[in-house]
C-alpha cells in the first residue's frame, strides 16, 4: 500500500469541501481521481502534500502516518506533485528547473558550496547527469537552456514532470496533466506516463479527459460535492449509474428541467 | 612619483566605495531569495556600535571588534528575521524599516552607553593601527615615498578591496550552487518551491541572517574607517540608499550591486562642482532609470553579452562548434 487515505473531511468556513473520502492506492498503479469541477479534487492533492491540514482523517504514506508534517518533509519522504495551473521556476533554465527538483536529495550546506569540495562537485555532477537523463525521459533534452516561461504550454507540463521526478518521488501527483494539450501532445504524455509506470513510480492523477484517463488508469476514484461517488477499474467506474448521472444529469432531472 | 598620485581624499572616496558596495550585496542577498528588507541600516548600527563599543572599551584589536559587531548583527537578523518572515513584499519592508528606526532611537536614548545623539568619537582607526603596527615593525611610509596620511588610506583601501573581492568571489559560488537555486526558486514560486522540497523557512532565514551580517560587517568597517559615528548615520535614508544601489545596478546579479554602489557613491562627488544641484540630477537619474530600466543597469542579460563578446575576441568560437539548440 502507498498511499491509504482515511476518511479525509476538509471544511472552509461552513463549506465542506470534502467529506470522508477515503482510498487506497497500490504500488505500481496508476491512480485517477476524477469528477465534475468543484467536487475537491485539487483540495484532495493539496491535503496529501499537506499544503492544507485536513479537519478530520488520516493519511498514511507507505503505513507511516504523514497528517501535520510540513509540505517540504512529505517531498522528502517521497511524494510530489505538478501544479493545474503550471508553476514553474518561469526565469530559470529548463535545466536549472530540475535541478531545483533535486534539491531534497542533496546536502551541500554554504560552506561546501563555496569551497567547492570534492564532495559537493560529486553531488553537483551526479544532479547534472540525473537531471539531463529526465530531460531526455521527458523529451526536453534539447531545450536544456532555453528560459522555462518561453516553452510551449505542452512543453511546460512536461517539464513540471520531470522536475517533480529529480525529487526521487515513489508517488508522483499530477493535477490535470492533460489540460490545454492537443491530441498529439496527449498522446506523448501517455506515453511518458506510462513510462514514469515502468520506473516503478505510482502515480496518482487528476484529469477531466475522460478518454485519456480509461486509457490510462489501473483504477478510479470518482468525487462529486466533496463525496467519494464511486471507485473500481475504468470498466466499472463507466458502467456505473451513480458517475453517469454526475457526469451527465439524470432522466428525472432533464424533465424537471 | 606614487606620493603625487596617490590624494588621500580620493583614497577615502574609494573607501567608502567599497563599503557601500559591501552594503549593496548585503541587500542584494536578501533580495535573491524574494524579500525586500530595508533593515539594513539598523544591521550597519549594531555592527559600527557593537564593535567600536568592544575597541574603546575594552580595548579588543580592530580584527575582533568588527567580527564580533558582523555576528552580533547575524544573530540579532536571525531572531528578527524568523518572526518576520511571515511578511511578504512591502509588509516584510515596512516591518524591517521599523526595526531599523528602533536601532536608531536606542542608539539615541542609550546615553549611558552610545553617549545618545552626539555618537562615538575615538573609535581607533583601522589605518593608523596599522601604520603603528607597521612602525613597530621598523617599516616606514617614507620609504617608499609616501606620507604618513596617504599610506594609512592606501592600506585602508587595499584591505577593503581584498574583502570586497573574498565576499564577492563567496558570493558567487554561493549563487551557483543549491543554495543560490533554492534562493531564487524561493523567489520566483514560493509554494512551488516548498511543493519540490525546499525548506523554505530555513533559506528565507539564511539569506536574511547573511544580508545582516554583511550589513553589521560593514557598519563595523564603516566606524573602524571613519572613527566616528552617531545614530543619524544609520537612520531610514541610508536604508533606502543601500536598497537604491543594487536596485539602480540591477538586483538579479552581484555585478549589478558592485556597480550601484560604485556609480552612485561617485555621482555626487563627481558633480561637486555644481554643489547643490547635484542631488537634483542624482534624483533625475534615479527617475529616469526607473522609467526606461526598471530592473537595472546590469542584468543576465548584459552579462551574457559581455560573455559572448569577449569569448568572440578571443577567438573560442573558430572550429567546429556544436550548436545546443538546433
Known sequence: MVLELTKITKNF?????????SFKIEQGQIFGLIGPNGAGKTTM??????????????????????????????????????????????QMSVLENVLVGGHCRSKSGVLHSVFRTKKQCNEENEMHAKSLELLELVGLADYRDTIAENLSYGQQRRLEIARALASNPKLLLLDEPAAGMNESETDDLFDLIKKVQKRGVTVLLIEHDMPFVMKLCDRIAVLNFGKKLAEGTPEEIQNNQAVIEAYLGSEEEDQIA | MLGEILNPYYLQ????????????ISIYITLSSGQLSLGSAGFMGIGAYTSALLTIHFELPIIVGILAGAVVAGIIG?????????????????ATLGFGEVVRIIFVNWESVTRGSIGLSGIPHMGRELLRFFKDIG??????????????????????????????WFFTRQNKSRIGRAFAAIKMDEKAAEAMGLNITYYKVLSFAQGA??????????????????????????AIEILIF??????????????????????PEALR??????????????????????????????????????????????????????
Open chain 2, 78 to 94: 536571525i531572531l528578527i528575521g524568523i518572526p518576520a518572515l511571515r511578511l511578504q513584499g512591502v509588509y516584510l519592508a515596512i
Open chain 1, 45 to 90: 492533492f493539496n491535503i496529501i502534500t499537506n499544503m492544507f491540514l485536513p479537519t478530520s482523517g488520516e493519511i498514511s504514506f507507505l503505513g507511516e502516518n504523514i497528517s501535520g508534517i510540513k509540505p517540504h518533509k512529505i517531498t522528502e519522504k517521497g511524494i510530489c506533485r505538478t501544479f493545474q495551473n503550471i508553476r514553474l521556476f518561469s
Open chain 1, 13 to 21: 468556513g461552513g463549506i465542506s469541501a470534502l467529506t470522508d473520502v
Open chain 2, 13 to 24: 572616496v574609494a573607501a567608502f566605495i567599497m563599503i557601500n558596495i559591501i552594503l549593496a
Open chain 2, 246 to 267: 543594487s536596485v539602480f545596478g540591477g538586483s538579479e546579479v552581484i555585478l549589478g550591486a558592485v556597480f550601484g554602489a560604485t556609480f552612485l557613491t561617485l555621482l
Open chain 2, 139 to 168: 617599516f616606514d611610509p617614507d620609504m617608499i615615498g609616501l606620507k604618513n596620511n596617504q599610506f594609512i588610506y592606501l592600506l585602508v583601501l587595499l584591505i577593503l578591496v581584498l574583502i570586497n573581492i573574498i565576499l564577492i
Open chain 2, 213 to 238: 551580517v554583511l550589513a553589521g560587517f560593514a557598519g563595523a568597517l564603516y566606524a573602524h574607517v571613519l572613527a566616528y559615528i552617531s545614530p543619524a548615520d544609520f537612520a531610514y535614508h541610508r
Open chain 2, 273 to 326: 562642482f555644481i554643489s547643490e544641484y547635484r542631488y537634483m540630477i542624482y534624483g533625475a537619474i534615479l527617475v529616469l532609470m526607473m522609467a526606461f530600466r526598471p530592473q537595472g543597469i546590469i542584468d543576465a542579460s548584459v552579462l551574457n553579452w559581455f560573455k559572448k563578446n569577449l569569448k568572440s575576441k578571443r577567438g573560442t568560437n573558430h572550429g567546429t562548434r556544436i550548436n545546443k539548440n538546433n
